[in-house]
């Protein structure tokens, strides 16, 4: 369950408790400062407040880093005001889990998951020859083109759910990398995940989302606790994008994913662990 960090710190911001080392402190800390920015915390206040109950030690200027990330991707957004993600019905998640299972969502698969492998799914999900940007982690990445990465995607864990337009852009700071904002494409799949509750909860409220007109396209088990579904959002107006996020998040969906430069897990690689990121489901 979520926490209540400190209400003289923090104006009452409900943020998630860290992970052990090892089990997806970056993205913790990206969750801390989405939800403290979202409040309009001091940067000194979040950098603070992550120093003081994160599992492991910072990397310099890592917390930095990702406030600038945060704030330049709120002042690049074609939206005047960065939508408010609604908090998670307790009533209407309570309503949804315990309807389906992980075994229910493999079983309705369009696609045989029997000897899939990353390769197979990357080209099933990025036709062509696009320009993809992966990682071994957070830290390590690159931006090549499909061909470029056969045979490799096994080994890594991340993968920015859209096409890139260039193998290099300008981050927040100014540096040049392969994973900024700026060179992320538009906008191919939004990717729904969900940190609370079981795999067979989440398998539920992927179903709950899957519709004609939101149709699942895939189904990752992240190698850890989490279910991700990628949902196919190509060519949709802005307002349609917010108003699917808004039912995402409202049934528990972590809205650090809506970021269109966020990575997210490669499906059937592996995670840093060892542990695998497994397809559960794939549209045909």
């Known amino acids: 369950m979520n926490e209540l960090v ?23 800390i990206y969750h801390v400062v989405c939800r403290m920015v979202e409040a309009n915390i001091d940067d000194h206040e979040i950098v603070s407040y992550c120093a003081e109950h994160s599992t492991r030690a910072l990397q310099p200027y890592e917390v930095e880093n990702a406030i600038r990330s945060r704030r330049g991707s709120l002042q690049n957004s074609n939206r005047t005001t960065r939508p408010h993600w609604p908090r998670p019905s307790t009533i209407l ?5 315990g309807t389906k299972t992980v075994n229910d969502l493999s079983n309705a698969s ?5 000897g899939l492998n990353s390769d197979r799914v990357i080209d099933h999900l990025f036709p062509g020859n696009p320009l993809l940007c ?3 982690s957070s830290r390590t990445f690159a931006t090549r083109s499909r061909d470029e990465w056969r045979g490799q995607l096994a080994k ?14 300008l981050t927040q700071a ?6 900024t904002l700026e060179n992320t494409g538009p906008r191919k799949y939004l990717v729904v995940e969900f940190d609370e509750g079981s795999h067979d909860d989440h398998a539920s409220l992927l179903f709950h989302l899957n519709t004609t007109v939101t149709p699942l396209v895939c189904a990752v088990a992240s190698g850890n606790k989490s279910l991700h579904g990628w949902f196919l959002v190509e060519d949709w107006s802005e307002d349609k994008l917010v108003n699917f996020f ?14 269109k430069s966020q990575f997210v897990r490669m499906p059937n690689g592996k995670r840093d662990n060892g542990s695998n990121q497994t397809t559960l489901y794939l549209s045909k």
């Open 6 to 28: 400190s209400t003289e710190r923090t104006k009452g911001v409900a943020v998630k408790p860290c992970p052990t080392a090892g089990e997806g402190v970056h993205r913790w």
């Open 93 to 97: 998640v309570d309503q949804i889990t």
């Open 110 to 114: 369009p696609t045989q998951l029997e």
């Open 134 to 136: 992966c990682g071994v």
């Open 156 to 169: 890594l864990q991340l993968i920015v759910p859209s096409t890139m337009n260039a193998r290099h852009g």
């Open 174 to 179: 100014g540096k040049r990398s392969a994973h």
């Open 246 to 259: 808004k039912r995402a998040t409202s049934v528990g969906a972590d809205p650090a994913t809506w970021t």
